[in-house]
């Protein structure tokens, strides 16, 4: 799908007092080369990126996004990003995004050229793919070792696991795997038995009335579709919770989701073969409400 709008941004230090950032951003032709062939993000991945729905031309959760960029750029050690300003960026954004309909909105911040004085920074929109199979049929799961244990992330912080890195070769390998296993998306789980997170996604389990998830305690990201249902939930006298969840947890679960920002709460089908309860009314109604504009 072809991009339909592109927006250089030319990132302002952290305490730029400017109250209208429209000059720090210059739109671009979004089908046209536009980087340095020396970028950082293109050779090695290392820059940081948010992507952000869009539902009627309402950017959803714009200040968990921005949050969540500032603590990825806290994490990869780039510079503070001027929230005020990324924010400006998204509004522009927003309004080249699909009026009717959804939208991505895709912000990126990388280490810039290398030896060179900046940061580089852009902002695309895109038409969001069709998602409506995988909210109402629901997807099949399988459980793939993430390859490191439950304490890796305090101990080898370099591994920035918190962080939503450019570098997401490993996640869309694991994809890949799922697919060939016959399933559509897959739960990474650590190699001392702890459950993670979906490759671009976060994991809710109802368990005993309950909706749990795995604590975001540095290695897998904090999702904001996540933190917006359970707040949603909360609201409604739901009990929640963030745990460090064994593998046979899920075991346990009468029904599992996986959120995220542009395809919502897809329902879980199955894990690894067995299958898993569909809760189709209540799933019905999460997106509902994450369709709702959110902010
Ligand atoms: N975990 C990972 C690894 C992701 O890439 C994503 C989103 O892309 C999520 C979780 C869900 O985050 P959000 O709900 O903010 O989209």
């Not at 293109?42 to 968990?64: C, L, M, N, P, Y």
């Not at 300003?85 to 927003?94: D, F, G, N, T």
Request: charged share 20%; aromatic share 6%.
């Amino acid at each position: 799908m072809a991009l339909r709008f592109a927006l250089v941004i030319e990132p302002a230090a952290s305490d730029d007092p400017r109250p209208d950032f429209g000059g720090s951003f210059r739109v671009i032709d979004p089908s046209a080369p536009a980087l340095s062939v020396g970028e950082l993000s293109t050779q090695r991945g290392d820059g940081i990126f948010e992507s952000i729905g869009v539902v009627d031309g309402h950017a959803q959760e714009t200040q968990a996004h921005l949050e969540r960029l500032a603590h990825s750029a806290e994490i990869c050690d780039l510079p503070v990003p001027h929230l005020e300003q990324w924010r400006q960026a998204v509004e522009i954004a927003a309004q080249h995004a699909p009026s009717q309909g959804e939208g991505v909105i895709k912000l990126i911040l990388s280490r810039g050229v290398e030896h060179g004085p900046a940061p580089t920074a852009w902002v695309t929109v895109n038409a969001a793919p069709d998602n409506t199979a995988a909210r109402e049929r629901g997807i099949r799961v399988v459980t793939l070792d993430r390859g490191y244990g439950i304490d890796t992330p305090a101990s080898a912080p370099w591994l920035l696991l918190g962080a939503k890195t450019l570098s997401y070769a490993v996640n869309m390998a694991a994809l890949r795997e799922a697919k060939r296993r016959g399933a559509d998306d897959a739960i990474f789980v650590t190699s001392d038995g702890f459950v993670l997170e979906a490759p671009t996604a976060s994991l809710i389990l109802r368990i005993d009335g309950r909706f749990v998830t795995p604590a975001p305690n540095g290695g897998i990201l904090h999702g904001t579709t996540q933190l917006s249902l359970f707040a949603h939930l909360e609201e409604q006298g739901l009990a929640t919770g963030y745990e460090t969840l064994p593998i046979g947890a899920m075991g346990k679960a009468d029904a599992a989701w996986l959120l995220s920002s542009v395809r919502l709460a897809a329902p879980v089908t199955a894990i690894d073969g067995v299958e898993v309860p569909v809760d189709a009314e209540l799933t019905a109604s999460f997106n509902r409400y994450l369709l709702s504009p959110r902010d």
